[in-house]
């Protein structure tokens, strides 16, 4: 059973930035690709960007890019999510989630994910 667990939340200023953390566990971390979520009350979760099982390759958001950058280390079944340049519009509670995949490959819809974590609240105040 995989389990996913975010990290590093928090509240910040406009113009900051935070880094997540996703410690993945349960199976073998270099066969999963990962996703990056976020979601506000009343509305659907939102696709923030991916990242392929060997990392070389991500995918982002059109309105995160150049601001968000996704990377992991498969020494440490981590995955990361980099924010910077933070909005008001960025507040939302994040999730990481996990994608077996036979190839290197990432995923954009929430539903072609396998396994969730809890999320994370990141509230960026203007």
Same mark, same amino acid.
């Given at each position: 059973q995989v389990q996913l667990v975010e990290s590093g939340g928090g509240l910040?200023?406009?113009?900051?930035s935070l880094r997540l953390s996703c410690a993945f566990s349960g199976r073998a971390f270099t066969y999963y690709s990962m996703g990056w979520f976020r979601q506000t009350p009343g509305k659907d979760r939102e696709y923030v960007g991916a990242i392929t099982q060997s990392g070389g390759n991500t995918d982002y958001l059109d309105s995160v890019k150049g601001r968000y950058i996704i990377s992991?280390?498969?020494?440490?079944? &981590? #995955?990361?999510?980099?924010?910077?340049?933070?909005k008001p519009e960025d507040t939302a509670i994040y999730y990481c989630a996990a994608k077996l995949a036979l190839l290197d490959?990432?995923?954009?819809?929430?539903?072609?994910?396998?396994?969730?974590?809890?999320?994370?609240?990141? &509230? #960026?105040?203007?």
């Amino acid at each position: 059973q995989v389990q996913l667990v975010e990290s590093g939340g928090g509240l910040v200023q406009a113009g900051g930035s935070l880094r997540l953390s996703c410690a993945f566990s349960g199976r073998a971390f270099t066969y999963y690709s990962m996703g990056w979520f976020r979601q506000t009350p009343g509305k659907d979760r939102e696709y923030v960007g991916a990242i392929t099982q060997s990392g070389g390759n991500t995918d982002y958001l059109d309105s995160v890019k150049g601001r968000y950058i996704i990377s992991r280390d498969n020494a440490k079944n &981590t #995955v990361y999510l980099q924010m910077n340049s933070l909005k008001p519009e960025d507040t939302a509670i994040y999730y990481c989630a996990a994608k077996l995949a036979l190839l290197d490959t990432m995923a954009t819809r929430a539903s072609e994910y396998d396994y969730w974590g809890q999320g994370t609240q990141v &509230t #960026v105040s203007s």
